[in-house]
DNA sequence: ATCATTGCAAACACTTTGCATACGC
DNA sequence: GCGTATGCAAAGTGTTTGCAATGAT
């Protein structure tokens, strides 16, 4: 819901509480904030981004608590987790599927759109999908760019 | 190639060292052997799996060679880095491609085919892609069963 | 008063780095 | 002999764990 860009902060306070309620996770100011960044910010953070941004409006919070909450989204199905980096967790609000490109040269990370993905129909029957990412790894247009010169 | 099932030893180390040197990399025998070990065992193996198993017939075998030579292999395109485990690398031999579904409770990962997958034209287009993934998680089949139980 | 949530500090685990030793042409 | 490859030990970094303090009903 787009729509959320144009609320008052109180009624997204609101809007995000029943969310998780919905989730049976009782909406805390860190819950929420959290949140709250993450739907703010279509950035894929990883938990340190996260961290020093809240810990300037709640300075008590911390790390541990970017940790456990994110974990918790991510086992209620809020949020996914995007493991293209080889080194750290980056997380995501969980929308529509898509997919990721990462620039092995400039480390960028963006998001693109998938227009058709068949896979194995016994895969999709058999077993149960919790979670899906495509990831494409190479160089990607301003790095090409650049390299030309 | 999969006819490497039935070379005798002494080839598929000719046919190795072979596929080295055309990546400009020497053939030393750790190098071989990791190669080899992802050759013969499509498991997925993170560094340790790998270090284990070839510290048995290469005793003074040390992880940092294996971390070393599975990051040239990386550069040099022979093998693709899995980051579907959320703290460790996996490796695979460069095939054709296909998709990895992890289950969340047994953490069993197995290869699943791509029948179809079209995305954004400008993607392709305009960036240069080196390596793409396709992760799914869930729950499989065997542990579906067991829940039902 | 009780149970859930938070947060500090320490522990963990995978990976990288620095540097000395050994190897290969 | 000289450049490359190897490997040990130490450091680095993202994440988890144990537990005490805090907060909510």
Known sequence: MEGSDYMTVEKKIEYISEILREKNISPSLQRIQIYKY???N???PNVDMIY???VKTIPTLSKTTVYNTLKL???K???SVITIEENEARFDINTHLHGHFKCINCGK???F???ELKIESNLEKENKIVDQQLYIRGYCKDCLKKMEK
Request: proline share 0%; net charge negative.
């Open 38 to 40: 993450l739907m703010e």
């Open 42 to 44: 279509h950035v894929h």
């Open 52 to 54: 020093k941004v809240l």
């Open 73 to 75: 989204f991510q086992e």
């Open 77 to 79: 199905g809020l949020v």
């Open 109 to 111: 990370i963006f998001d």
């Open 113 to 115: 759109e998938i227009k």
